[in-house]
């Protein structure tokens, strides 16, 4: 029997999003594992600041790169960013809103819960 993977709110994942197709195994969830480098467990919705920022930092997530299969993200996109990513982001003032119920609870390793709250939708 598999155990649910747990948000940080202590309670069963729920998705991130399908559209754009988001997670590091890109199944919609902000599922983690040991392949995954950079913990992308923060379920965010873009803002142009964040894209800005991100952009800035020299990780472009708005031009689409079809080679990969990622179709560039745009303001109102869900999407499963880094914890330090985020953390950097919100002490930057350029935080997006996260889904707190679909955040992984491997984020708090990274990231304080109240951080995680005063950013939450």
Known sequence: ???PTLNVLGTEIEPCSTQPMT????DGCCNTGPLDRGLHTVCATMTAEFLALSKYLGNDLSTPRPEFGFPGLKPGDQWCMCASRFLQAHEEGAAPKIRLQATHQATLAIVPLAVLQENAV
């Open 23 to 26: 997670g590091f195994f890109r």
């Open 1 to 3: 029997m598999k155990l």
